[in-house]
């Protein structure tokens, strides 16, 4: 199910590149419910692994990050942003040694990150399609830079446990 997000990524991208808000609203809630149910299946199964969650976290990284690429389109969200998502995740399955076959290990401003991209990736596809404005679209690309800063203070305080553990 993981695997089936970096298709969807492809797609979802597509179209909100291409304002087709009622396809891309389906396909968000198919990306959520697949990462909502694989987690479930995976626990109540006995199948967690390092690489299912590397897997996992791997393909919501790359759903988001094609997401928000697509709502720099429309100028709803920053090119930083873009860029420092993907950054992030790099860092975070290095640090946790996850090639190595070790658990990923989420700092708690990485995991509020990781939701809030999606929150940040959906939210403008939701609101086309409900044809409400509950945050003006003016706004999104300020929202954007948040997370860029606090994604750059999960990457700092990252590094600076790696390099205190270290010594």
Not at 26 to 44: E, S, V
Not at 86 to 115: E, H, R, W
Request: aromatic share 12%; net charge positive; glycine share 8%.
């Amino acid at each position: 199910m993981s695997l089936s997000r970096v298709g969807l990524a492809i797609i979802m991208a597509w179209n909100v590149y291409h304002s087709n808000w009622y396809v891309a609203v389906a396909i968000l809630w198919t990306a959520i419910l697949t990462d909502i149910l694989d987690g479930y299946l995976a626990r109540k199964k006995n199948l967690t692994s390092a690489i299912g969650g590397l897997m996992d976290h791997g393909s919501d990284a790359f759903f988001v990050t094609l997401t928000i690429a697509a709502l720099t389109h429309h100028e709803w969200a920053p090119v930083v942003l873009v860029c420092i998502i993907p950054a992030a995740f790099v860092q975070y399955m290095l640090d946790s040694k996850a090639l190595a076959g070790q658990p990923l290990k989420a700092s708690s401003l990485g995991k509020y990150n990781g939701i809030s991209y999606f929150v940040f990736a959906g939210f403008p596809v939701m609101q086309l399609t409900l044809g409400i404005t509950l945050i003006p679209f003016s706004w999104f690309v300020w929202i954007g830079w948040g997370l860029v800063v606090t994604s750059a203070i999960s990457m700092v305080d990252r590094l600076v446990t790696l390099l205190s553990n270290k010594q």
